[in-house]
């Protein structure tokens, strides 16, 4: 299992995993954050500052986490994402359609407006 914290602020529902996003952990994150979105408000942002590591199994997680917000009428962003991770979402585009920002504070300012 991997670890979720969150938090709701701004109208913004916050997850932030920690650990390594793979085959062992995507399911239970995609899981632990449906269940939360389903509960809160329908602009979230991804706090990616304690993932070291995401798989194509967490790549896929956070499809269907996009796609559940999508259908909620939200938004979905990214925050706080490593070199390693920013790269892999440069190559899968997910850069682009979410957008990735460099903090929370910018993450939600993106939401928001």
């Known amino acids: 299992m991997i670890e979720l914290s969150h938090e ?7 997850l932030a995993p920690k650990g390594r996003m793979d ?3 995507a399911k239970s994150f995609e899981d632990q954050s449906t269940l939360l979105i ?5 602009k979230i942002a991804i706090d990616f500052s304690g ?3 995401i798989s194509s199994a967490g790549l896929r997680a ?24 920013r790269n892999l979402f440069q190559v899968c585009g997910f850069d682009s359609v979410f957008g990735v920002h460099a903090t929370l504070k910018e ?3 993106a939401l928001a407006g």
Do not use: W
């Not at 909620?72 to 490593?82: E, K, Q, S």
């Open 8 to 14: 709701i602020g701004d109208g913004v529902l916050v």
């Open 23 to 25: 085959h062992n952990t």
């Open 38 to 42: 389903d509960k809160g408000p329908n």
């Open 51 to 53: 993932v070291e590591y």
């Open 62 to 85: 956070i499809l269907v986490i996009a796609q559940r917000t999508k259908s909620a009428g939200g938004m979905l962003t990214f925050c706080a994402v490593n070199e390693n991770v």
């Open 107 to 109: 993450a939600k300012a």
